[in-house]
């Protein structure tokens, strides 16, 4: 397929800085990975790459680590019950949106 596109215009497209922003449903994707329904969030911590959320459900405890490339770790009482990207696949609890770093408009890809 042939570029339409002169080369300072194809180049200056991808100059552009694009934010990127994941939004997660922890309750109900916990729900999804580990059963039950009712969880609850009753703790945060944000680092430099990541944010950690712990939650309960009944006498289950979870703990979500959420990395700021869309990469999660999942433990449930201790055992690790997922390891991987949150945006792959069919999870209907994640989404991944892009914004234009320089004026806040989203960017819808095709």
């Not at 080369?7 to 994707?29: H, K």
């Not at 945060?44 to 990469?71: P, W």
Request: charged share 20%.
């Amino acid at each position: 397929m042939p570029n339409n596109l002169i080369p300072s215009e194809d180049q200056s497209a991808w100059a552009d800085l694009v934010i990127c922003r994941v939004e997660v449903d922890l309750p109900n994707w916990l729900s999804q990975l580990a059963g039950g329904s009712n969880w609850q969030v009753y703790s945060e911590s944000e680092y430099d790459h990541s944010i950690s959320f712990l939650l309960r459900q009944g006498k289950k405890e979870a703990e979500v680590t959420l990395f700021n490339n869309g990469y999660a770790q999942v433990d449930l009482n201790g055992k690790s019950i997922f390891d991987g990207s949150i945006t792959s696949g069919t999870n209907k609890c994640a989404h991944l949106s892009y914004y234009r770093a320089d004026n806040g408009d989203p960017i819808v890809l095709n």
